[in-house]
């Protein structure tokens, strides 16, 4: 197994993307308006060390669903947790691109959007799942991911207050 199949890459590309969110976002916030289309980037979390326990917790299920994924020889699973990850990256670019300026993360979207489908495309070589299971788990994923965002992000604010 090299580097590129490997169900460990994934937490590597959020560790690298989300340090660059950990070290600019408390700063970025207090320098310039966090609203796009009213909602509020990063929550509107300025104090790293808020931020970096939400990154702790996701950084958490993205170990817990690399180590399901090799104890269970079952690369869907990473494949589905890819895909809400590189969404994310591309979002990253879409608000600098709306906002007319840099916006943490975009530095690291940008490097790892062709690293991260580079490693779906390995990995959903790796695939053999029928196509309702990829349905359905891509599907799990997605909901998953956006109602943990959604969640963390309100734990956050409340913190922050």
């Known amino acids: 197994m090299t580097i590129w199949s490997s169900y460990w890459l994934l937490p590597l590309l959020f560790m690298f ?16 308006d966090p609203t796009i289309y009213g909602r509020t ?18 950084f958490c299920i993205y170990l817990a669903l ?7 020889n079952y690369p869907l699973l990473i494949v589905a ?18 906002k007319h300026t840099y916006v943490p993360g975009v530095v690291t979207a940008l490097i790892e ?6 490693y779906l495309l390995i990995l959903i070589e790796l695939t053999y799942s029928p196509f309702w299971q990829w349905l359905l788990v891509i599907f799990i994923m997605f909901v998953f991911f956006i109602g943990n965002l959604k969640l963390i992000h309100r734990l956050m604010a409340k913190v922050n207050k």
Not at 42 to 57: C, P
Not at 113 to 118: E, L, N, R
């Open 41 to 58: 980037l990063f929550g509107g979390v300025k104090r790293s060390d808020i931020l970096s326990a939400g990154i702790w917790e996701e």
């Open 81 to 98: 947790a890819t895909l809400p990850y590189l969404f994310h990256l591309i979002m990253h670019i879409g608000f600098s691109l709306i």
């Open 17 to 32: 993307h989300d340090f660059e969110e950990l070290v600019f976002v408390p700063y970025w916030l207090q320098r310039n």
């Open 113 to 118: 959007i062709p690293m991260t489908i580079a």
């Open 66 to 72: 690399s180590a399901s994924a090799y104890w269970f």
